[in-house]
T-cell receptor, first 114, second 113 residues
Framework: DQQVKQNSPSLSVQEGRISILNCDYT??????FLWYKKYPAEGPTFLIS???IKDKNEDGRFTVFLNKSAKHLSLHIVPSQPGDSAVYFC?????????????WGLGTSLAVNP | DGGITQSPKYLFRKEGQNVTLSCEQN?????MYWYRQDPGQGLRLIYY???????QKGDIAEGYSVSREKKESFPLTVTSAQKNPTAFYLC????????????FGPGTRLLVL
């Protein structure tokens, strides 16, 4: 049962345009959502997170939007650059005492074309 | 220079052999995690530890074992009971509190000969 879903396996955009990566979740108890970027044969790199009490968080070219009623979040990258080409993972967490685990989506592969 | 190190980068295992993957962090993080990634797949949690001398099974713990004798170290042993060990193994750590950000090492690729 996939609690965090990234329904688009891949996305292709032109350099300079906006990239929008989507993520849906089923568990309303999640209190944090995180986005990671991963290059092949490397560990994921943390990009940005958002608390469930907020609807937007921005860090440079990266903005995450959260729509709790729709159980949906999205990562916007503006402007997109060729170096942004990577797999992007959405992850969610629920505070269960000291047991903090991340529940991961399957990832979306982003290709930014020059 | 703080971070998470994993060694070796590549590891070869013969049939019936146990192998141990190293993970060390100098970030003073309490929690550490082991994940497995297969081609075209997401990250699957093998084991995690929130504190020294304690650890819990993740979603795919069968055929693996861990120890957490020191805060900085969380080695993973892939035993001969793991029938399909070829994968990319990732170690992560996280500090207490929120947000629950995990920081990853560079990974170890395990191949079966």
């Amino acid at each position: 049962d996939q609690q965090v879903k990234q329904n688009s396996p891949s996305l292709s955009v032109q350099e300079g345009r906006i990239s929008i990566l989507n993520c849906d979740y089923t568990n309303s108890m999640f209190d944090y959502f995180l986005w990671y970027k991963k290059y092949p044969a490397e560990g994921p790199t943390f990009l940005i997170s958002i608390s469930s009490i907020k609807d937007k968080n921005e860090d440079g070219r990266f903005t995450v939007f959260l729509n709790k009623s729709a159980k949906h979040l999205s990562l916007h990258i503006v402007p997109s650059q060729p170096g942004d080409s990577a797999v992007y993972f959405c992850a969610a967490s629920r505070n269960a005492g000291n047991n903090r685990k991340l529940i991961w989506g399957l990832g979306t592969s982003l290709a930014v074309n020059p | 220079d703080g971070g998470i190190t994993q060694s070796p980068k590549y590891l070869f295992r013969k049939e019936g052999q146990n192998v141990t993957l190293s993970c060390e962090q100098n970030l003073n993080h309490d929690a550490m995690y082991w994940y497995r990634q297969d081609p075209g797949q997401g990250l699957r949690l093998i084991y995690y530890s929130q504190i020294v001398n304690d650890f819990q099974k993740g979603d795919i713990a069968e055929g693996y074992s861990v120890s957490r004798e020191k805060k900085e170290s969380f080695p993973l042993t892939v035993t001969s009971a793991q029938k399909n060990p070829t994968a990319f193994y990732l170690c992560a750590s996280s500090p207490r509190g929120a947000p629950p950000t995990q920081y990853f090492g560079p990974g170890t690729r395990l191949l079966v000969l």
